[in-house]
């Protein structure tokens, strides 16, 4: 059984990926072998993040704050707030925007998991772990 708590033993070790415009606290990786990764994200207040998970499938449900995603497919655009989730069921090309002043905060499930450390490469994307 594995059991963590954020605030003891996940924020401010390696698990704890900070950019500039996210923070994503890595509660189960890889190496547990669950076959998925689980993340406590907060993407900051007022910031634009053009994504596109083209080797993982991600789902994300929002806890708090509010923004959007935007399909780059055909512009469409979906308001995500607290209580919200979406899934990348088709490695969708999207631009996630969280609105000024308030940062919004997401729990993201990634399939194949994330190895820890991982951040975005220039198309938006998380490298395979035998890519790396």
């Not at 994504?51 to 991600?58: A, D, M, P």
């Not at 959007?68 to 899934?87: C, F, L, N, P």
């Not at 631009?95 to 000024?100: F, G, H, V, W």
Request: aromatic share 6%.
């Amino acid at each position: 059984m594995i059991v963590k708590n954020l605030y003891d033993d996940v924020i401010g070790t390696d698990a704890d990926v900070d950019s500039k415009q996210w923070n994503s606290r890595r509660l189960l990786l890889a190496h547990e072998g669950m076959g998925f990764s689980v993340h406590d994200t907060i993407i900051k207040a007022g910031e634009d993040l053009h994504l596109w998970y083209k080797n993982h499938l991600e789902a994300v449900y929002c806890i708090a704050g509010e923004g959007q995603i935007t399909e780059k497919k055909d512009g469409t655009v979906h308001e995500i707030r607290e209580g919200t989730i979406y899934a990348l069921n088709e490695h969708d090309q999207h631009i996630l925007s969280a609105n000024k002043g308030v940062d919004m905060r997401m729990v993201c499930v990634f399939n194949p998991p994330v190895t820890g450390r991982e951040t975005h490469d220039e198309d938006g994307s998380y490298k395979l772990p035998d890519q790396e």
